[in-house]
């Protein structure tokens, strides 16, 4: 049996998807099995599948007759997945050489970790021009506190232990949008799994006309917003507008008045205690959190009061120096 399992969800793929592929076949690790789950597409993605696999026998194609979204196509993929870890990758994005190998190698060094994401370039559509990198957190219990107030994982980055899971039954069952924040505080919450992100840029997320992640309407705003207010009742036991309107400021890298950054910051302190009483982080993160949420309340200010705050800082630095020196 195969070490990964690769499953891309497929729907009206045609124009990308054969590069989608190119880039599972061209990884530095080999021992990975490709599954293909065509989600009722109207082009011609199903025969480029079928193409494909005809080539090479660590394909397998599945081709649903109803569509039921990209998680439902990833659960029917993680049915028929054989390895020991599970990997998700979009039909419109591409995987660079090296990400099954660091993948598979930081979680066979790192039992503990349960899913594993990396850092990777938004791009062009022809993939040329970088238009954004995402640089995410490493730390376990920052990409925790991102859930709510960034963007903490990237579950189409993700490589995940196949018995973990499988354990929560995989994708949540009727939900279409908003399972890129689900999927990973499900396992953090009911699990205790612990995840963290690669530093190394391994996928490149193009930017088209059709890339659902990046053009959603108000109904997928408003199904994903639904989850972030779910996750908010499961550690606060409340959700209240104002502080979900202020975490989704702060995840949007949006100003704040001053008022705002000083709510902001009540609101973060309470979701890190709330998060260490759960035990979905540990205590001694505390002053990892608090100070990284200084710096994304900091990064919040207007500019003007952001050059004040830096003005501050370097004269004191000078006062200090001077003082020491005179001593």
């Known amino acids: 049996m195969p070490r990964v399992s690769v499953i891309m969800p497929v729907y009206n793929g045609e124009t990308y998807l054969a590069e989608a592929i190119d880039s599972i076949l061209s990884q530095t690790f080999a021992d990975f099995e490709l599954i293909l789950v065509d989600d009722a597409s109207r082009d011609a993605s199903a025969d480029i599948c079928r193409e494909y696999v005809a080539r090479d026998k660590r394909l397998r194609f599945v ?3 109803q569509n039921v979204g990209a998680g439902g196509a990833r659960n029917r993929g993680i049915a028929a997945a054989s390895g020991d870890y599970i990997v998700f990758m979009d039909c419109d994005d591409v995987s660079l050489p090296q990400r099954l190998q660091n993948q598979v190698a930081f979680l066979d060094a ?4 349960g899913l594993l994401g990396v850092c990777g370039h938004l791009t062009s559509s022809d993939t040329r021009t970088v238009l954004h990198t995402f640089d995410l957190p490493q730390m376990h219990c920052l990409i925790a506190l991102d859930m709510f107030v960034g963007v903490g994982i990237i579950y189409s980055t993700l490589m995940l232990r196949q018995e973990l899971l499988r354990s929560i039954g995989g994708f949540e069952k009727g939900r279409r949008h908003g399972e890129d924040r689900e999927l990973p505080w499900r396992l953090l919450f009911e699990k205790k799994a612990k995840s963290a992100n690669l530093q190394d840029y391994l996928v490149l997320y193009r930017r088209h006309d059709g890339s659902t992640s990046l053009n959603r309407d108000a109904s997928q705003l408003a199904e994903t917003a639904e989850v972030l207010t779910h996750m ?3 550690v606060w036991g409340e959700a209240p507008r104002d502080a979900l309107a202020r975490f989704r400021k702060l995840g949007r890298y949006q100003k704040l008045s001053w008022a705002e950054r000083r709510a902001a910051k009540r609101d973060v302190q309470r979701l890190i205690e ?10 001694t993160d505390r002053q990892i959190l608090l100070a990284y949420m200084n710096q994304r309340i900091e990064g919040a200010m207007p500019r003007r009061w952001q050059m004040l705050l830096h003005w501050r800082r370097h004269r004191a630095r000078r006062l200090w120096t001077a003082l020491k020196a005179s001593n």
């Open 274 to 283: 709330s998060l260490i009483a759960n035990e979905l982080v540990q205590g």
């Open 63 to 65: 081709q649903l007759e």
């Open 110 to 113: 790192n039992p503990d970790i």
């Open 232 to 234: 908010l009742r499961q």
